[in-house]
């Protein structure tokens, strides 16, 4: 089964800092690195590190070349990835000395993906293929509605958050992961809990507490604890969690086991520097002792 992922590929510029700047603050650098990054990318890393077959969907610009490079390093299919004339999306992120991070982003070629092109390319997913998407690039709904009629399973990231882009792709998602703060705003933003959103699966993720999976049919609700970790940069850590856990779904695990495989893979992450450059591979996160 493939993983079909319409995402976002950015450049990202790192940023050391004592501290995230203050509005109005000027404040030098401890350091500066450059790496892959965009929540699209950083997922398409994690399904493919561990073991997912992962064709990408998405655009880079002319400055891209060593994301895609790097990105087919990580065993993601980019055949289908647009190579545009403009910028590259990039990321100016600040981590700060407690793993804190702000992220400003330009979303160049990602938000001018050729919706034909995409179109054609999921044309050639099969039935029980799985599809996801987030929200850094354009075409989420139009995409998510051709894949959930094609028959694949459709998983939504809620990320970056925004309201109105998850209310429009709902009807066609058979999964949404959200963070605990977006779950709020969704709440609130459609005047019910998650527990009643008509998907039959919503995992929201806790940070350092873990997750919780509901089965909105029964509203079951299932917790899910995340090992202890020191944190050094949390960048990547929610994309890299939704990659292990719709991988670890495309190869038949149950999702109890996903979801425990994800949130150590999202805790070895959280220990390292940098986004898709610090995914771990599978190996690594079942020898890890967390
Ligand atoms: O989720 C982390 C990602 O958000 C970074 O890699 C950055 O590029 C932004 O898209
Ligand atoms: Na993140």
Redesign the pocket.
Known sequence: MTLWNLG?I?A?HVYAVPHIPAPGETLAATGLSRGL???GA?MSVAMARAGGRVAHLGAVGADGGWMLERLEGYGVDCAHVQRHDGPSGH?I?TVDAAAENA?T?WPGANREIDPEAVKRALERAERGDLFVTQN?TSLQVEAAAQAHAQGLTVAYAA?PFDADAVRAVLPHLDLLVLNEIEAQQLAQALGQPVEALPVPNVVVTLGAKGCDWIETASGARHHVDAPRVEAVDT??A??TFTGYLLAGLSQGLAMPEALARATRAAALKVGRHG??DAIPTLEEVERAAL
Do not use: H, L, P, V
Request: proline share 0%; aromatic share 0%; no cysteine.
């Open positions: 976002s950015n990202d990054g965009g929540k950083n990321a992120i992220i982003i850094e990320a960048t990547g929610g994309d986004a898709a």
